[in-house]
């Protein structure tokens, strides 16, 4: 399920990594919370033994294919959803960087497809609700086929979703659809069935070792801080879908401009205005605040926000290289000294 | 080569590639990173129609596979995970894209089969890409380029434990199946009756070698914070490149270099 860079254009690149970003930030937050600084390095281990039980063939009884491990729902039973998904994104920038499993580009799809829905959504709404009263085989059976049958779906069908944001195929999306979610269906069984026959193992032999086993459920309700940051996103999420409707009407100075003029839009010629043109032609990938070679609502509102993220980028960026070289001289004046 | 055997070797001929003393290796990994990613960002943003002006961006891998004196046929093997991939995606262009986008004589040429092999190309450069960074770059010096964008120092940590265990576990991977197919002849994979015991026992294993890597650290002063690394000097020459790659690509990304090129001499 790991997209490669080609398969996605910077505006979808910019959205995942924005949103795997924010949910990286807040497991960073959460596990130095914890304050266990003995997690770090089991984090690093097992992150290598995810990588290294992916070498291992799982035969299937009476098929004579083989399956593998499923990798974000196994660390988030193990550690937690937090240390779990910070687990899983070096475990996919190590195969991007390594293996060119995926690709530098869309590590924040990648991130989102696998490591969110199978940490996140694999442990807070499938794995701890199951557990709440106690850990039993079947339970835990449950819990994993469940939750890598669900959180593979999932990914599957953002795969679909930002191959169609990005337009590189002309296979229609109802087809790319109905050929993805069957095949990770059957995927997400097998792998589910692998990661609860190794759940149901440590449970017999080291219980203590599984999260969210016999955890009260007044621990996951929502504090003050987390409903405004779920209202937040919630009003990003309307914000986007009204500024389809509000996109449709011109705006105060377009209605002022065709009373005017008779046209919304200013026509300008010369050489100045040519060379820039092409420029902005060359390199807008959301042209007219769209996608380009697309007159979609969706794409004018999805531009929005890209624009905003891509701007603040930009100056973070420029201003970071800019202090980077500036440092550097200071540093080699004070060496000099 | 069995299959862990021949990751192990990858991990390690890259590593050893990376630690040379060349000059691509000597130039600052955040410069080097941020070209890398800047690159990726030009081509992907190229038109599905606009081959031409996607052929003029080898220019960066090909100036850094000279440089760097690079085996080009170690980077086409990477590619046999992402092309395939690439290709089927790319496959039903040609099915349901019948714009006309050329003629070559009579033929006109369909906008599908154009977008197929714009998608290949650009599978094909994003991954050369990372693989020049990889291959002049080592980890350690990638997560002092992380940490210096302000990385959080837990991520980039547990990345270098990542990377340090990888291929200490691999090779005990490769121990217990060698041990169980020794036992189970002539078997594809492990049997269903052995998924939890056998992958139960290394995980187990793997843990308990966490918890003897915190006691090791601990005993050599690790209190959360990973010792700083090795800090990398920037220089002039360092700037320079990241400059003049930065204008040559993005001329590169806006005209057609080549066609202007070849039309001073037609």
Redesign the interface.
């Known amino acids: 399920m ?1 997209m ?7 505006a979808v ?1 910019g959205t995942m990594y924005a949103a795997s970003t924010i949910a ?1 930030g807040v497991s ?1 937050r959460e ?2 919370l914890e304050n266990n ?2 997690k ?10 995810v ?3 992916q ?7 009476g098929t ?1 294919s ?1 399956g593998h ?1 499923c990798g974000g729902m196994m660390l988030s039973a ?1 550690l937690g959803p937090f240390a779990g998904f ?2 899983m ?3 996919l ?2 195969q ?6 995926g ?3 869309a590590l924040g799809c990648n991130v989102w497809n696998m490591a969110f829905y199978g940490c996140f959504i694999g442990s807070f709404l499938i794995w701890r609700p199951m557990m709440k009263k106690g850990a039993t085989k079947g339970k835990i059976i449950a819990a994993s086929v469940i939750g890598c049958v669900v959180t593979l779906q999932l990914g599957a069908f953002s795969v679909c979703l930002e ?1 169609l944001a990005s ?6 999306f109802s087809v790319f659809l109905a050929t993805m979610q069957p095949i990770h269906l059957a995927i997400g069984a097998v792998e589910g ?2 990661t609860a ?2 759940l ?3 449970h017999e ?2 219980p203590e ?1 599984l999260w969210g086993v016999g955890e009260t459920a007044g621990e996951g309700r929502l504090t003050f801080k987390k409903t405004l940051g779920v209202l937040a996103i919630f009003a990003a999420i309307f914000g986007g879908i009204v500024s389809l409707f509000a996109s449709a009407f011109p705006d105060g100075l377009e209605w002022s401009m065709e009373k005017v003029a008779g046209t919304s839009e200013l026509e300008a010629t010369g050489g100045a205005y040519d060379f820039f043109a ?2 902005q032609e ?2 807008s ?1 959301l042209p007219d605040y769209a996608f ?2 697309s007159d979609t609502a969706a794409g004018t509102s999805f531009s929005g926000i890209i624009g905003g993220l891509i701007v603040v980028v930009l100056c973070v960026g420029v201003a ?2 800019l202090k ?2 500036k440092n ?1 001289k200071v540093e080699e004046a004070k060496a000099d000294e | 080569m069995s299959k862990i055997n021949k990751a192990i070797y990858e991990i390690q001929k890259i590593d050893s590639m990376s630690k040379e003393d060349k000059w691509v290796n000597n130039i600052h990994p955040l410069i080097k990173l941020f070209l890398t990613v800047y690159y990726i960002f030009l081509i992907v943003s190229f038109h599905k129609y606009d081959m031409a002006g996607l052929f003029g961006m080898c220019i960066y891998p090909i100036f850094v596979f000279v440089l760097g004196d690079l085996s080009f046929r170690d980077a086409l093997y990477r590619l046999r995970v992402v092309l395939p991939i690439v290709s089927i995606m790319g496959i039903f262009n040609p099915f349901f894209d019948h714009t006309v986008v050329n003629h070559i004589g009579d033929v006109a040429v369909w906008g599908g089969v154009i977008s197929m092999f714009t998608l290949m190309i650009k599978g094909i450069f994003t991954v050369l890409a990372s693989y020049l960074l990889i291959a002049t770059t080592s980890i350690e010096e990638i997560c002092y380029a992380l940490r210096l964008i302000h990385i959080p120092k837990i991520m980039v940590t547990q990345l270098l434990l990542i990377y340090r265990y990888i291929t200490v576990l691999m090779a005990e991977t490769k121990r217990i199946t060698q041990a169980y197919s020794l036992r189970a002849p002539g078997q594809k994979g492990i049997h269903i009756s052995a998924w939890g015991p056998l992958v139960g026992q290394m995980l187990l294993r793997s843990m308990d070698r966490a918890d003897d890597i915190y006691e090791s650290m601990c005993i050599r002063g690790f209190n959360g914070e990973f010792p700083r690394m090795t800090k990398k000097r920037k220089n002039k020459g360092d700037l320079i490149y990241l400059l003049v790659w930065f204008f040559v690509l993005f001329a590169f990304r806006l005209y057609p270099v080549f066609e202007i090129v070849g039309g001073l001499f037609v």
């Not at chain 1, 490669?4 to 910077?10: G, K, M, Q, Y």
């Not at chain 1, 991007?96 to 499993?101: G, I, M, P, S, Y």
């Not at chain 1, 337009?167 to 229609?172: A, F, I, K, R």
Request: hydrophobic content about 60%; glycine content about 8%.
């Open positions: 790991h490669a860079d080609a398969l996605i254009v910077p690149a990286a960073v596990v130095k600084p003995k770090i390095p089991l984090m690093g281990v097992m992150g290598a033994f990588f290294a039980t070498m291992l063939n799982f035969t299937i009884p004579g083989s491990l193990l910070l687990t994104i070096g475990v920038l190590v991007c960087l390594f293996f060119a499993d690709g530098l580009l191959t337009g590189v195929t002309e296979l229609p069935l692998i026959a190794v149901c193992f440590v032999a080291r070792l092409s420029i060359a390199t990938f380009k070679n970071s290289l980077f070289f550097t």
